[in-house]
């Protein structure tokens, strides 16, 4: 069972905008930074947003993350057939004293 | 390039360890923490620990502590995971994974399958 707590499933159609949640506790979100990945069957995670709301280079502003209290949310404007995919959100977590992670939202695009 | 590339999948037997390699490449291996996370089949992400390339100190998870070793050899830019007695569910890709932004982890290995079966 995963630390970070996210629906199992999203979904949208092409264009729409979809959000996704993260809930957490004081010991993580709570004090932390959030990150999001993304990943494809098969593949590694890709690091998709850092420090609540950063996109690294090459991330589309189409996505966008944001933080308030003990939970996150990413955001995906304009979906596109290939943003389907799994997104996990992390968060450094003070008793573990490392990253705990959500157990994923995978994202269906109709 | 900056990447991470990871040795290949292996199948061990209950109680046995596995090492897993990580080269790193097209950056200063010594500059950033080298993560492991392992996701089990068809489940979620889960943290093992960090070491410091540079001077080698590592932090495990309180999951593994006492089966996990994270070394690194900083003259061919390799770090190493080791897991020791292994059980079933120990099975999972293994990825390395180095931090860049603050927590934040950049380049990920292609991931290693080890597969634990008698």
């Known amino acids: 069972q995963s630390v970070l707590t996210q629906p199992p499933s999203a979904s949208g159609t092409p264009g729409q905008r979809v959000t996704m949640s993260c809930s957490g506790t004081s010991s993580n979100i709570g004090r932390n930074i959030v990150i999001w990945y993304q990943q494809l069957p098969g593949t590694a995670p890709k690091l998709l947003i850092y420090n609540n709301n950063q996109r690294p280079s090459g991330v589309p502003d189409r996505f966008s993350g944001s933080k308030s209290g003990t939970s996150a949310s990413l955001a995906i404007s304009g979906l596109q057939s290939e943003d389907e995919s799994v997104y996990y959100c992390a968060a450094w977590d003070a008793s573990l004293n490392g990253p705990v992670f959500g157990g994923g939202t995978k994202l269906t695009v109709l | 390039q900056m990447q991470l590339i990871q040795s290949g999948a292996d199948v061990k037997k209950p109680g046995a360890s596995v090492k897993v390699s990580c080269k790193a490449s097209g950056y200063i291996f010594t500059s950033y923490y080298l993560h492991w996370v392992r996701q089990a089949p068809g489940q979620g992400l889960e943290w093992m620990g960090r070491i410091n390339p540079n001077s080698g100190p590592t932090n495990y998870a309180e999951k593994f502590q006492g089966r996990v070793t994270m070394t690194r050899d900083t003259s061919i830019t390799t770090a190493y995971l080791e897991l020791s007695n292994l059980r079933s569910d120990d099975t999972a890709v293994y990825y390395c994974?180095?931090?860049?932004?603050?927590?934040?982890?950049?380049?990920w290995g292609q991931g290693t399958m080890v597969t634990v079966s008698s």
């Open positions: 994974a180095r931090e860049y932004f603050v927590e934040a982890f950049d380049i």
